[in-house]
């Protein structure tokens, strides 16, 4: 399950700090306050008694501040997500909508197999919409002095929602973040992108899987997807590839990569085209290699994980029918722990290589300061941190 933040921002990248714990009465001084901002922006007077019904969550505290131990590798990631049973799923679901989601494509320019990608990771098809009370949540983590502004902001738009399409609380149900529906959307991205797909007059992501797939569609097209190409393609690197070459800000043609010696991953050329793309292993140089466009960067404004809008792409070809990696990642790769990580990035950090803060999340700026310490310490320079490295920088 992902979090859409406006505008757009990862939601790990917030939850750095542990949650506060806040008493009853600075609940219900925050509810009041809350109230007294639902009469302001002229809610109804539902939305503004329905302020006063709020309850604390503890549960969401708790996942809140709750951080993995460890950093799950990209082989592991994709074996849970782009799952036999999920491609099986997808591909029924897939033709059963396909003149609608033709429509879509036909409206919005984004290929039905994608809508029906996105919905598979976000609730496996609707098998899962959260059972978290969305407002309550909402107001919980509003109460929390480290992001009030921000979900005092989705609160409010979620009243705003719930107004606007005549829902009961009570059917508002979704992440412990707020997020909700079929497509797990934030209530700003709610409001703004959310269509009505099915005709009946009411925006209903919760219970119409046409609008949340024509919700969806609107969504990345607002987001800049480019009609008429694909997320990025498997490839396969020339013996003695320089991997300093990889990674999302390292851009080049297709023609350019193709006189690199990069191929399709069935060893076919690849295609001359003047299309800018850029390597990614997310698995180091033992793993499998993608060449990825501009629609990459549009699914990761959805979701900032290079790991998910991988698995978006992959999961999408599956459905149209495509087969499965040439390379799957290496088998035996270990995760490594968020103090390991963090160690690696103060030693990077120490060794005046730029990792970010230290925060045991393995961005892109930790990647790119270990390919830079690796392409001068005369290693492979993918990037990718292992048990070695670490045993390198961390003696």
């Known amino acids: 399950m992902s979090y ?41 007077p539902k939305a503004v008694d329905t302020v006063a019904a709020m309850q604390q969550q503890q549960r969401v505290l708790e996942l809140d501040g709750k951080q993995p131990e460890f950093v799950q590798t990209f ?3 994709l074996d849970a997500r782009v799952t036999a049973d999920r491609i099986r799923r997808g591909r029924e679901l897939y033709a059963r909508h396909r003149p609608f989601l033709d429509q879509l494509t036909a409206r919005y320019g984004v290929p039905g197999q994608y809508l029906v990608a996105f919905w598979g990771l976000e609730t496996n098809y609707g098998g899962y919409l959260g059972n978290m009370p969305t407002l309550d949540s909402l107001a919980t983590l509003a109460c929390d002095p480290r992001r009030a502004d921000f979900f005092t902001s989705e609160f409010l738009t979620a009243l705003r929602v719930m107004d606007r399409e005549a829902l009961e609380p009570a059917q508002m149900r979704g992440s412990w973040a707020g997020a909700m529906g079929h497509t797990q959307f934030m209530p700003s991205n709610y409001l703004r992108y959310a269509v009505d797909g099915d005709g009946d007059g009411r925006i209903d992501l919760f219970g119409s899987e046409k609008d949340a797939l024509a919700s969806g569609a609107n969504f990345l097209q607002q987001l800049g997807w480019q009609e008429g190409f694909r997320w990025g393609r498997e490839v ?12 999302r800000s390292n851009t080049r043609t297709v023609t350019d990569w193709s006189d690199l010696g990069v191929r399709d991953a069935d060893g076919s050329p690849l295609p001359p085209a003047e299309v800018v793309g850029s390597i990614l292993v997310p698995a ?22 290079e790991s998910y809008a991988l698995s978006v792409g992959l999961l999408a070809d599956r ?11 290496p088998a035996d790769q270990q995760a490594l722990s968020r103090r390991e990580v963090e160690g690696l990035q103060l030693a990077l950090n120490q060794r005046g290589y730029d990792a970010g803060k230290p925060d045991g999340v393995l961005g892109p700026a930790t990647r790119n300061a270990v390919r830079a310490y690796q392409r001068d310490a005369g290693l492979i320079s993918d990037g ?12």
């Open 384 to 395: 990718f941190p292992d048990q070695g490295l670490l045993q390198r920088l961390l003696p």
């Open 319 to 329: 459905i149209a029918g495509g087969g499965g990696l040439r390379q799957p990642p």
């Open 284 to 305: 180091g140089h033992r793993g499998p290699a993608f060449l990825i466009y501009d629609n990459f960067s549009v699914i990761m404004r959805w979701n900032r994980s």
């Open 75 to 77: 082989g592991n990631y």
């Open 4 to 44: 859409r933040l406006y505008p757009f921002l990862a939601l790990s990248a917030l939850l750095i700090a542990g949650p506060l714990q806040a008493t009853s009465t600075d609940f219900a001084n925050c509810i009041a306050g809350l109230q007294d901002k639902a009469r302001q922006q002229r809610l109804s």
């Open 236 to 247: 396969i690197l020339p013996q003695g590839f320089d991997y300093s070459l990889s990674g």
